[in-house]
């Protein structure tokens, strides 16, 4: 069982940048990559992205050049960093541990969840 903790989520005007975080804990071994997903009101879970074990990052396409996955295998925490943020960025975010890969993964565990909100 892995178990993963969010934190950093907040109120951020338009424009603003927030950093998200995910700590993992427990058996991390089963892991292949760690991901992040996000719930608009309303909106269906979606994919934001995924970093693996080793390094390799991919992104939502709409997400591109303003989200920044990062991990740090030795503290085993992912990391979100969100620039220019935009009102739709509006969500609860979700740090998920997955297995399998490179083509089809599953999840693993899901994290608790950490609220954004982009206001002015």
């Known amino acids: 069982q892995v178990r993963l903790v969010e934190s950093g989520g907040g109120l951020v005007q338009p424009g603003g940048s927030l950093r998200l975080s995910c700590a993992a804990s427990?058996?991390?071994?089963?892991?292949?990559?760690m991901a992040w997903y996000r719930q608009a009101p309303g909106k269906r879970r979606a994919w934001v992205a995924r970093?693996?074990?080793?390094?390799?990052?991919t992104y939502a396409d709409s997400l591109k050049g303003r989200f920044t996955i990062s991990r740090d295998n030795t503290k085993n925490t992912v990391d979100l960093q969100m620039n220019s943020l935009e009102p739709e960025d509006t969500a609860v975010y979700y740090c998920?541990?997955?297995?399998?890969?490179?083509?089809?993964?599953?999840?693993?565990?899901w994290g608790q969840g950490t609220q954004v909100t982009v206001s002015s």
């Open positions: 427990g058996t991390i071994s089963s892991v292949t990559a």
């Open positions: 970093i693996t074990s080793s390094g390799s990052i």
């Open positions: 998920a541990a997955l297995r399998g890969g490179p083509v089809i993964y599953t999840i693993n565990s």
